[in-house]
């Protein structure tokens, strides 16, 4: 059964709508958005076979720490993100979590329950979110009369499946500080896309989250981010990160030995002081 969100939750939009596309329209005292607002968040063409005024989809709120499905539920909707973060996880029977993915905004959640007609995994809200429904079932009534949109669609599921892949390819080939490094890139260039900072951002998700995604413990993860504080690849101020140099990140396969990132960091904390103090000569001259 569909989790329902209280009508406090289905109220708490302060700070979930920052551009009219996002508000959507109100209707019968909820939000709704048309299908090109819909592909738009997608990032799809929209289907120009189709009236997008005469099709709407509604909006639902979930609060932080609530679940959208769950796994073994009885699946009838996709939902998409417009605004919030989110993490999918599936749950052994000892009670651990296993992370699949953060879902964030453009990103699509209940592919999984297609083949089945039930949730694989479980979804949960880290932040408050604000998801689009789409009906199942309204989706493949209209691909059976649209072709294109059936096609765009299929396309987005495709998407989030290369994602997944080349998340599994990562975990195979990289050693525990490249993941990381390669985990902060694709955050950074997530932000871009949805028109935020890229070079500094709040983490929604734990360090423990990250390490259960990235097949890493706790302690490795919070030891690989503040080694590259140390050398000044990113600055970590609890939950903040600010990228710094975002090319070194990517090409990162290994850490030096801490005695040489201590003398790298010196090296490089005596470098930018004297490019200061030359600064200030050329200012005073």
């Known amino acids: 059964m569909q989790s329902q969100p209280t009508p406090e939750q289905r109220n708490a939009t302060s700070t979930m709508h920052s551009t009219p596309m996002e508000a959507g329209r109100q209707r019968q005292g909820r939000l709704w958005s048309n299908l090109k607002e819909v592909c738009d968040l997608l990032h799809i063409p ?10 709407l989809f509604q909006h639902v709120q979930f609060k932080t720490g609530q679940r959208v499905h769950t796994i073994g539920q009885a699946f009838d909707t996709l939902y998409i ?6 993490k999918t996880v599936l749950i052994d029977e000892f009670g651990n979590e296993q992370v699949l993915s953060f879902p964030m905004k453009g990103d699509m959640l209940g592919v999984d ?7 694989a995994s479980e979804a949960v809200a880290l932040s408050d979110c604000d998801l ?3 009906p199942f079932k309204k989706l493949t009534a209209l691909g059976r009369v649209h ?21 599994i390819g990562m975990l195979g080939a990289l050693s525990a500080e490249a993941r990381v490094a390669r985990f902060l890139v694709s955050l950074a260039d997530r932000f871009a896309a949805m028109g935020y900072s890229s070079k ?13 995604y990235l097949g890493l413990t706790l302690e490795t993860v919070s030891r690989t981010l503040s080694a590259f504080n140390e050398i000044g690849l990113i600055t970590v101020d609890q939950r903040t990160i600010g990228i710094k140099d975002p090319e070194a990140l990517k090409t990162l396969r290994r850490l030096p030995p801490s005695r040489s ?5 010196g090296a490089k904390q005596k470098a930018e002081l004297d490019a200061a103090g030359d600064d200030q000569v050329l200012a005073t001259a």
């Open 46 to 55: 929209a289907a120009v076979s189709i009236n997008s005024e005469e099709l």
């Open 261 to 265: 990132r201590t003398k790298a960091a």
């Open 132 to 134: 689009i429904l789409l």
């Open 81 to 86: 993100v417009n605004s919030g973060f989110l």
């Open 147 to 167: 072709m294109e949109l059936e096609n765009l669609m299929y396309g987005v599921m495709s998407r989030e499946l290369v994602r997944e892949q080349a998340m």
């Open 200 to 212: 500094l951002f709040n983490l929604r998700m734990t360090r423990h989250e990250i390490g259960s």
């Open 113 to 119: 329950g297609i083949h089945t007609r039930h949730y």
